[in-house]
C-alpha cells in the first residue's frame, strides 16, 4: 500500500523567504522567514483537506524533487517518511511522483542520505530536529490527519 496524494507548493526548494496564500489579496504573498536565512532543502507545502492540530492547518510536506517546485503548484507526491518534531508540528517527507530521479523511491531507506542529511542540517539551525519514521507511519499519520478533517 502506497500513499499518494496531491500536495500544495509554497515555498521551492532553496528559497529563503516563506510564502502563503492570502484570501485578501488573492494571491501569495512573501515574508522573510521568521527561523532561519537558509535555503529550503527541500519543496515545502501542505497536504489539502488534511488537518495538524499541533498548528491547527494542513499537515505539512516536505517534497523532494530533482528541481524546485513553483510557489502554487500542485502536484501528485508519495509519502515515504515522516519525522516527528519536538512540538508535535510533524512533517511528512514524499517524493514527486513524477520525478525522474527520485520517482522510483517508495520506502523511506530508499531516500538518499544527503536528502535526509539536507532537512536535519536546516531544522538544527532553529531547533531540534526531532525523530525520523519510515513510510508505514507516515502514510498512518496522513490518514489520521484526513479523518481528523471529516
Do not use: C
Not at 32 to 40: D, F, K, L, N, R
Not at 61 to 74: A, K, N, Q, R, W
Not at 98 to 121: M, N
Amino acid at each position: 500500500m502506497t500513499t499518494e496524494t496531491m500536495a500544495v507548493i509554497e515555498d521551492p526548494r532553496g528559497s529563503t523567504v516563506r510564502h502563503h496564500w492570502s484570501d485578501e489579496e488573492q494571491g501569495w504573498v512573501e515574508k522573510p522567514h521568521p527561523h532561519t536565512s537558509q535555503p529550503w532543502p527541500a519543496n515545502y507545502g501542505y497536504i489539502p483537506e488534511t488537518w495538524n492540530p499541533a498548528d491547527e492547518d494542513a499537515l505539512d510536506v516536505l517534497v523532494i524533487s530533482t528541481d524546485p517546485l513553483e510557489t502554487g503548484s500542485e502536484v501528485n507526491v508519495r509519502a515515504v517518511g515522516l519525522l516527528l518534531r519536538p512540538d508535535g508540528d510533524d512533517k511528512i517527507i514524499a517524493i514527486l511522483i513524477e520525478d525522474p530521479i527520485f520517482g522510483a523511491i517508495y520506502r523511506f531507506q530508499d531516500v538518499p542520505a544527503e536528502q535526509i542529511q539536507l532537512i536535519e542540517e536546516w531544522f538544527t539551525e532553529w531547533s531540534q530536529v526531532g525523530q525520523w519514521r519510515d513510510e508505514t507511519l507516515a502514510r498512518a499519520r496522513i490518514e489520521k490527519a484526513w479523518k481528523r478533517n471529516d
